[in-house]
Nanobody, 112 residues
Framework: QVQLVESGGGLVQPGGSLRLSCAAS?????IGWFRQVPGKERQGVSC????????YYTESVKGRFTISRDNANKKIHLQMNSLKPEDTAVYYC????????WGQGTQVTVSS
């Protein structure tokens, strides 16, 4: 059974950077990052295809976030630059169809 383990979150000032990692055992066609703030639905942030490496970004993070994959180590990463307070959320990884059990996520807090 595929397990998801997210890491790399933390507290950063506006304009700062963080790199999130997700260890995902098993096989998947597409995998990505989601985020959730209290009281709101979990939203997709970015995803990457396992076959051709094509990527998707939600509009609010385009040009600031970069998703990448490490197939050898079965990990994906999310490089987040120019962070804004509105990026504050718990970040999760999952397949693009959200078919796996959610992990614990990693908290990202952007605040001065």
């Amino acid at each position: 059974q595929v397990q998801l383990v997210e890491s790399g979150g933390g507290l950063v000032q506006p304009g700062g950077s963080l790199r999130l990692s997700c260890a995902a055992s098993g096989s998947y066609s597409g995998i990505g990052w989601f985020r959730q703030v209290p009281g709101k639905e979990r939203q997709g942030v970015s995803c990457i295809s396992s076959s051709d490496g094509s990527t998707y970004y939600t509009e609010s993070v385009k040009g600031r976030f970069t998703i990448s994959r490490d197939n050898a180590n079965k990990k994906i990463h999310l490089q987040m630059n120019s962070l804004k307070p509105e990026d504050t959320a718990v970040y999760y990884c999952n397949t693009d169809t959200r078919e796996l059990s959610w992990g614990q996520g990693t908290q990202v807090t952007v605040s001065s």
